[in-house]
């Protein structure tokens, strides 16, 4: 916690630079349990919550004003289509502000291994249905690389990083936006079917318009794998 | 803030189900050299070796082993030890097509019979004998000579209804001696 407050003191310093532009800071956690269904099939089931710590304008002091946003219920079926491939499709359900949002997902992962690192790429579609608003439809890209603070893989009862670094293309009737997300993490391996990571979850967004909007998260996610 | 309990809440709950699984693969682990044995540090000095020396501790279900990589002539080398220091073997990285013409179509008829596709992913010369042997083997510049060795061979393999990457042990002469399936690590947290 007195590392996510520096990095929101460090934001604070930056607040003349960025000017008029927005922030959002607070919690993102999130629990993931896989189960194999059979060969090459797997279901993932995931839930995501977000609470908002303090949000403002760079420019002006905020004050702390904690509030829940929303929770994801997302259940996502695997197939292995080579050694390091597998295409998924999956649903999210959204809980906020006491309606439902509808997310359909399509995904594609590549997996390399390397001596002392695992990089993965993520190509993925999403499409949300939202009431009273127009389809939103967005691509993304994601690479993805692990590599373990000791030894040349990630063992039990060792520590790893990961980082993510993603661009989301995001369509709404005639809007676009790119958000890129930077999410340095560091994971703890418990055993190799239980692993728990926490970080900071950086996205910026609209920043192809005026303002700028920079969220940070500090996201802990637990992976689950039930045999 | 009901919300936020009710998250934290099912976030508990569904931690009670987390798999109490058991370790099912090799724990390997960097050594500092200060614990490793004189033995193990004294034998691959005699090696000349070129790069940096990296000693892992490797931990199976039943067996240690200490192992010591390297690089010799730029090609990736390991030497392994048992727990008191002593040689076990040493394997060096070598080209697919760098196999001897009528060892290489030998492995080969074998794996198109078990395979309808196959790619050579890494082929390792794995040198055995005494500490005088691979002494001399590694003075030879691991030359294959009429020494005893094998071949270690990591493959993609294709069947009717699988993808895997599998290990294979070869003889010196080409014949086949153990096959094992390689178990990846999870890799859940890569792909969601």
Redesign the interface.
């Known amino acids: 916690m007195k590392c996510f407050l520096s990095i929101l003191s460090v934001i604070s310093c930056l607040s003349v630079a960025l000017g008029q532009s927005n922030f959002e800071a607070g919690l993102l ?1 999130s ?4 189960k194999r269904i059979s ?2 099939w797997s279901q ?1 089931f ?2 995501e ?1 977000r ?1 908002v710590l303090i949000e403002g304008l760079f420019s002006e002091k905020s004050e702390f004003d ?1 509030h ?1 946003v929303l ?1 994801d219920f997302t259940a ?1 079926t ?1 197939k ?1 289509v ?2 390091n491939n ?1 295409i ?1 499709a999956g649903y999210t359900l959204r ?1 906020v502000d006491g309606e439902i949002v509808h997310r359909l997902i399509q995904q594609f ?1 590549l ?1 390399k ?1 390397y001596t002392s690192m ?1 990089l ?1 790429h ?1 190509f993925s579609t999403d499409q949300t249905f939202e009431p009273n608003t127009s389809m939103e439809f967005r691509v993304r890209y994601r690479l ?1 690389t ?1 590599f373990p603070l ?7 009862k ?1 520590f790893y990083v ?1 980082i993510n670094h993603e661009y989301l293309n995001q369509f709404q009737a005639k809007d676009y936006d790119l958000e890129v997300r930077l999410v340095p993490l560091l ?1 703890y391996s418990f ?5 728990l ?1 926490g970080g900071l979850d950086y996205r910026l967004s609209s920043f192809l318009n005026d303002s700028s909007s920079s969220r940070f998260w500090l996201s802990i ?7 | 803030m009901k919300h936020a309990v009710f998250s934290i809440c099912t976030v508990l709950l569904l931690t009670v189900f987390s798999a109490n699984g058991q370790d099912k693969y090799e724990h390997e682990s960097r050594l500092k050299i200060e614990n490793v044995s004189e033995k193990a540090i004294r034998f691959v000095e005699k090696l000349s070796l070129e790069g940096k020396i990296k000693w892992y501790l490797e931990k199976g279900i039943n067996t240690s082993s200490i192992e010591a990589k390297s690089k010799f002539e730029r090609r990736n080398i390991s030497v392994e030890f048992d727990t008191l220091g002593t040689v076990e073997d040493i394997e060096i990285e070598i080209p697919w097509k760098h196999v001897a013409d009528d060892v290489r179509q030998r492995m080969a008829k074998h794996l198109e019979a078990v395979f309808t596709k196959y790619d050579v992913r890494k082929v390792q010369i794995q040198f055995l004998g005494d500490e005088k042997t691979l002494i001399s083997i590694s003075k030879d510049k691991f030359k294959v000579t009429d020494t005893s060795h094998n071949y270690e061979i990591i493959l993609k393999g294709v069947t009717d209804d699988s993808v895997e990457l599998y290990e294979f042990l070869f003889s010196g002469d080409g014949d086949f001696m153990q096959k094992a399936k390689i178990i990846f690590r999870n890799i859940d947290n890569l792909q969601f």
């Open positions: 956690p629990i993931n349990i896989n060969e090459g993932n995931k839930v919550s609470q904690y829940y929770t996502i695997s292995k080579g050694l597998a998924s809980l992962t997996t291994r695992r993965a993520r993805t692990e000791n030894g040349q893989s990630v063992d039990p060792e990961k994971g055993n190799d079917d239980n692993k990571e996610n637990w992976f689950i794998k039930i045999d």
